[in-house]
Antibody, heavy 122, light 107 residues
Framework: EVQLVESGGGLVQPGGSLRLSCAAS????????MHWVRQAPGKGLEYVSA????????YYANSVKGRFTISRDNSKNTLYLQMGSLRAEDMAVYYC???????????????WGQGTLVTVSS | DIQMTQSPSTLSASVGDRVTITCRAS??????LAWYQQKPGKAPKLLIY???SLESGVPSRFSGSGSGTEFTLTISSLQPDDFATYYC?????????FGQGTKVEIK
């Protein structure tokens, strides 16, 4: 059974940093691109970032470019999102999700984690 | 970035109704469109990919159509479990974007 379990969310002050993790199991993690999607309280889904299966290619939404870094450790079956210079508008539930396509990007997101809440407040 | 616009934003319907949600892209995305269902406090669930392909395990009352810039999600006979918010998402470019969502409410 495919499972994605996010962790690392919490309360952080504006300007602070936080690292989210997403532990994957039930599939060959190193064969799939992975994504982060967020959802502010009461709002819709917003795409955040993507990383290729081998970590060699990454993409970011303009709203987080230069502040967030996506990475992965295929030996640990874990996806990361390092978030810096956090703003009030970054407050959201952050989901990790798997790309349907094997080895590269370019498909829908077929499995999602349960999400982890990031609160940005002083 | 490609903008995705869903309509309506809210839809009131009864059990058994046929429901249609529209998603328009600001430029052509071929058939690179997915539909997701989300219930309160839960992660999104993939329903449809490549505009019209039904994800495994999704009931056949869900269907998708369209290509280019206009797409629809249809629920042929609305069931109690279908009251939720639905999102479209394009993956034509490496700047994936979602529509703003359509909430399907009980009439």
């Amino acid at each position: 059974e495919v499972q994605l379990v996010e962790s690392g969310g919490g309360l952080v002050q504006p300007g602070g940093s936080l690292r989210l993790s997403c532990a994957a199991s039930g599939f060959t993690f190193s064969s799939y691109a992975m994504h982060w999607v967020r959802q502010a309280p009461g709002k819709g889904l917003e795409y955040v970032s993507a990383i290729s299966s081998n970590g060699g290619s990454t993409y970011y939404a303009n709203s987080v470019k230069g502040r967030f870094t996506i990475s992965r450790d295929n030996s640990k079956n874990t996806l990361y999102l390092q978030m810096g210079s956090l703003r009030a508008e970054d407050m959201a539930v952050y989901y990790c999700a798997r790309d349907r396509k094997l080895l590269w990007f370019g498909d829908a997101l077929d499995y999602w984690g349960q999400g982890t809440l990031v609160t940005v407040s002083s | 970035d490609i903008q995705m616009t869903q309509s309506p934003s809210t839809l009131s319907a009864s059990v058994g109704d046929r429901v249609t949600i529209t998603c328009r892209a600001s430029q052509s995305i071929s058939s690179w469109l997915a539909w997701y269902q989300q219930k309160p406090g839960k992660a999104p669930k993939l329903l449809i990919y490549k505009a019209s392909s039904l994800e495994s395990g999704v009931p056949s009352r869900f269907s998708g159509s369209g290509s280019g810039t206009e797409f629809t999600l249809t629920i042929s006979s609305l069931q109690p479990d279908d009251f939720a918010t639905y999102y479209c998402q394009q993956y034509n470019s490496y700047l994936w974007t979602f529509g703003q969502g359509t909430k399907v409410e009980i009439k």
